[in-house]
């Protein structure tokens, strides 16, 4: 892991850290594994977090061996109906919804000058940031349309960490699905994992909160 001292800036994912919208992602995937027939559980949410909208897609017609049984524009149609499912949970979102603690943290850290940037799979990203009033707040985004692979590759977070000219080393990566901390790590950055510690054991640092996310105990956890 690297040294407190050395990091220079954060990248971070959107959906579940920042606000609360992965539950929001959820209720929209569940609604069409209901429509397909496929068992919607616990690790199927968590298996889904962090994996853009088509891959999600996939994954939840492997379930059930599922993933042979629709066209191309069968699930062209299936991913639509359920970012528009989402996009209604979104329409009523403000600045309440960002998750406990997070504002005071991003807040520290502008004041402290710190460099911020976001690595959300999300295409959504721009309108939830809007919506939260915190757009002034990541300038730097990894547009997720550019990229060759989604999480769990470096890829994402390597590009979060380009992008405010700093090295992997320099950044601190925070993430709440399993996927995204493999994507941290292959990038040479330290990882921050949000929510259960079995699920994200592979983070260099774990808290269950996001308000327990904070310089102090980020420096305290790296020491
Ligand atoms: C990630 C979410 O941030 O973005 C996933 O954790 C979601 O649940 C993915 O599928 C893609 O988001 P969107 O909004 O482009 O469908
Ligand atoms: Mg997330």
Redesign the pocket.
């Known amino acids: 892991m690297a040294k407190f001292a050395d990091i220079k800036g954060f990248v971070f ?4 850290v920042i606000t609360d ?2 539950i929001f ?2 209720q929209a ?1 569940h609604q069409v594994a209901d429509k397909v027939g496929v068992k919607w559980d616990d690790s199927l949410a968590d298996a ?6 088509m ?2 897609l996939n994954l939840i017609l492997a379930r059930d061996h599922k993933e042979n049984d629709f066209t191309a524009a069968e699930k062209e149609a299936l ?1 639509t109906e ?2 528009d499912n ?1 996009l209604k949970l979104v329409a009523q979102m403000t600045p309440a919804n960002i998750l406990p603690g997070i504002q005071a943290f991003l807040d520290d850290l502008k004041a402290k000058g710190y460099l911020l940037s976001l690595a ?6 721009p309108l ?1 940031l809007k919506h939260l009033g915190l757009s002034d707040y990541f300038t730097k985004s990894v547009d ?1 349309a550019s990229l060759k692979h ?2 769990p590759d470096p890829e994402i977070f390597r590009r979060g960490a380009e992008i405010l000219n700093l090295d992997p080393a320099q950044c601190i990566g925070v993430e ?2 399993a996927a ?1 901390v493999q994507s941290i790590n292959g990038a040479g950055e330290t990882s921050v994992g949000i929510g259960d510690p079995k699920v994200l054991a592979a983070a260099d640092v774990n808290f269950t909160e996001t308000a327990q996310l904070t310089l102090s105990n980020i420096e305290a956890a790296m020491a």
Do not use: M
């Open positions: 994912d959107l959906d579940g919208t992965s992602h959820s995937w889904l977090k962090g994996i853009s909208r891959d999600s991913a359920k970012n989402y959300s799979a999300s295409k959504n990203s939830v997720p989604g999480k709440d699905a995204g």
